[in-house]
């Protein structure tokens, strides 16, 4: 969950990014930036985030101004009807978020097969030389600045999926 409001966040500082000129009045823009955000559809998803909260598309301000025909619609509609129709749009909510996370896995599957397009298997063989990555979970990892990789290493042994027994050059495992 976090992950997905960093995401969200970074995407608001990028709207805001192109609304203003200098870092001064972003807060004026702020409300705008968000309204853009929630009424904008997502490629993931292919709907827009309000859709999927609230059941039914944002009333944008120039809707109410200058009257689109959803709005001329519901006002001509009755407290009765106005409320009939809203329960039918409650209760596609369901129905629409399926459809959004059936999008959102067809998405996932073609950002899946873009990335193994571009991803090149390595072969190792025993008497090769490779670096070995410093992660940064690792302990002998001294921070962002520090080399990312280890001094070369020689390949002693492949084992079953994948793994590499390692030898350092004087030939100590």
Sequence with gaps: ?????????????K??????????GWHELLPYALL????NVRTSVGVTPYLLVYGTEAVIPAEVEILSLRIIQEADLGNVKWVGKRIDQLTLIDENRMVAVCHGQLYRQ?????????????????????????????DE????????????????????????????MDRTV
């Design 1 to 13: 969950m976090n992950g997905a409001v960093e995401a969200a966040n970074k995407n608001i500082k």
């Design 110 to 138: 073609r950002m899946i097969r873009a990335f193994h397009k571009r991803v090149r298997a390595i072969i190792f063989e025993i008497g090769k030389l490779v670096l070995n990555r410093i992660f940064p979970h690792q």
């Design 36 to 39: 853009d955000y929630q009424t």
């Design 141 to 168: 990892y001294k921070g962002k600045f520090a080399p990312n990789w280890q001094e070369p290493y020689m390949v002693r042994k492949i084992l079953l999926g994948g793994a590499l027994v390692l030898s350092e």
């Design 15 to 24: 709207i805001l990014r192109k609304m203003i000129d200098n870092h001064r």
